[in-house]
């Protein structure tokens, strides 16, 4: 079955630092990534929809100069969550998209911006 | 996509089938009803999906009524991993279409 390796799975960050976070299709290629929020007791929010190549969709309210997404390949997408505050605190959720898979999530990250 | 609505939260007695419902009336045609969880602090997990048929896995089995206005995912002997938030989600296939959108899902409590 289809694998998605999301990393890290944790991380703490000073506020004002940027964070990395890197979603892996590890068996198939995926042409469409998605990058998720998910706030304590709350559902996953879609934030963003990126396409290997091109420029990602954002959804409304989400801010792309704050939440940078990178999908330069065919198996590799990263979010970048830049001048972090605490408020950005949250456990983010990757999922790539495959003609014979369907969506496949990865197990998320929790961020903690102290 | 169409709306889904599910109960916030149910319990269900270790070994017993849990019973999950979703309402979806505004499903059209063309739109497949999914199944997915997710245990605390990990990733969804895909369950099952249908159109019109009843399906089943090894994980469960998913009741569409006729007019396909509504389903119930059935968890045939519930056990304590299967504690979880339920998501019911209507949409066209997987392979068209770009989001995918989660509801708030149904919290079920396995109970020793």
């Known amino acids: 079955g289809a694998v998605v390796s999301q990393h890290p799975s944790w991380v703490i960050c000073k506020s004002g630092t940027s964070v990395k976070i890197e979603c892996r299709s590890l068996?198939?290629?995926?042409?469409?990534m998605f990058w998720y929020r998910q706030f304590p007791k709350q559902s996953l929010m879609l934030m963003a929809t990126?396409?290997?190549?091109?420029?990602?969709?954002?959804e409304q309210g989400v801010e792309k100069d704050k939440f940078l997404i990178n999908h330069a390949s065919l198996t590799l997408s990263t979010l970048t969550v830049t001048s972090a505050h605490p408020e950005d605190s949250s456990f983010y959720i990757c999922?790539?998209?495959?003609?014979?898979?369907?969506?496949?999530f990865g197990s998320g990250t929790r961020l903690t911006v102290v | 996509d169409a709306k889904t609505t599910q109960p916030p939260s149910m319990d269900c007695a270790e070994g017993r089938a849990a019973n999950l419902p979703c309402n979806h009336s505004?499903?059209?045609?063309?739109?497949?009803v999914y199944w997915y969880r997710q245990i605390h602090s990990q990733g969804p997990q895909y369950i099952i999906h249908?159109?019109?048929n009843n399906e089943t896995n090894e994980m469960a089995s998913l009741i569409i009524t006729e007019d396909r206005k509504s389903s119930t995912l059935i968890l045939p002997h519930a056990t304590l991993r299967d504690t979880a938030v339920y998501y019911c989600?209507?949409?066209?296939?997987?392979?068209?279409?770009?989001?995918?959108?989660f509801g708030t899902g149904t919290s079920l409590t396995v109970i020793p």
């Open positions: 999922s790539a998209r495959s003609q014979n898979y369907g969506y496949t």
């Open positions: 068996d198939f290629q995926a042409t469409t």
């Open positions: 990126s396409n290997e190549g091109s420029k990602a969709t954002y």
């Open positions: 505004t499903i059209s045609g063309n739109e497949y």
């Open positions: 249908g159109l019109k």
């Open positions: 989600i209507v949409r066209f296939p997987l392979n068209t279409g770009n989001q995918f959108y």
